[in-house]
């Protein structure tokens, strides 16, 4: 008998931003220069993170919005391998993003047309992988590795207080754990649920503030908070 899957497919609710994607890789495919645009999906993920954690990944990244509105319907939403969430595996994806990255913008420095390539080479690359892994593990496999992603994740807050924009998952003392809806549409497979009853509320650096483990509990005791709410929260305890 087979084994039911853990992790399942849940609908995402507000824009569909992976056109963005497409349209980037159709035009700059023609028109190289467009490739330099990338530079804001790399800067604006890990600035965001600063004060708001990995905010970025999961509302306003295109490829992010690809995985969760579009690849998510046909995963087959397996666990995502452990090893690629080590710290070991991330250091080394972002120290050979980074030297490719840096080997291929030597060579082309000075022309706009070529460093755009590189960029646009780099964006291709990584989703096709991206897109492969969709299929074989979960939507969000890339981004549990992702060099961006993860220098977000060094960065993002770790505990209160927080800085003005953090938001959080908080979940109620009530919860017993035993559904764990919120594990099961998580796109990032983790577990908001080990955070109940904590004043600082869910601060796991892999959090990309999507909400989805919000909407699917059951019983609605999972919130969003912004991070004044949550301190004053501990104030007052």
């Given amino acids: 008998m087979a084994t039911k899957?853990?992790?399942?497919?849940?609908?995402?609710?507000?824009y569909d931003l992976?056109?963005?994607?497409?349209a980037y890789l159709a035009i700059g495919y023609f028109y190289p220069v467009i490739g330099l645009l990338a530079l804001i999906c790399m800067i604006a993920p890990v600035a965001f993170a600063v004060k708001r954690g990995r905010w970025w990944c999961g509302n306003a990244c295109p490829r992010?919005?690809?995985y969760d509105r579009l690849l998510s319907k046909y995963s087959p939403h397996r666990p995502i391998p452990k090893f690629v969430r080590t710290t070991g595996f991330r250091s080394f994806m972002v120290l050979f993003i980074f030297?490719?990255?840096g080997v291929q913008m030597y060579f082309a420095?000075?022309?706009?047309?070529?460093?755009?390539?590189?960029?646009?080479?780099?964006?291709?690359?990584?989703?096709?992988?991206?897109v492969v892994l969709s299929f074989i593990y979960a939507p969000r496999t890339w981004c549990s590795f992702c060099p961006m992603g993860t220098l977000s994740s060094w960065v993002s807050p770790k505990k209160l207080p927080a800085p003005n924009g953090f938001t959080n998952i908080h979940v109620a003392n009530t919860c017993q754990m035993k559904c764990k809806s919120c594990a099961r549409v998580c796109p990032m497979q983790i577990t908001p649920y080990d955070s109940r009853g904590?004043?600082?509320?869910?601060?796991?650096?892999?959090?990309i503030k999507?909400?989805?483990?919000?909407?699917?509990?059951?019983?609605?005791?999972?919130?969003?908070?912004?991070n004044r709410q949550a301190n004053m929260a501990s104030c007052s305890v």
């Fill in 109 to 130: 420095f000075g022309d706009w047309n070529a460093m755009g390539r590189v960029f646009w080479n780099i964006i291709l690359a990584t989703t096709i992988v991206g």
């Fill in 18 to 22: 992976y056109w963005i994607l497409f």
């Fill in 198 to 207: 904590l004043a600082s509320g869910y601060m796991h650096t892999d959090c």
């Fill in 5 to 14: 899957r853990f992790h399942r497919y849940f609908p995402t609710k507000g």
């Fill in 99 to 101: 030297t490719m990255f």
């Fill in 64 to 66: 992010g919005s690809m």
């Fill in 210 to 226: 999507c909400g989805k483990c919000v909407a699917a509990c059951p019983i609605k005791i999972m919130e969003l908070k912004h």
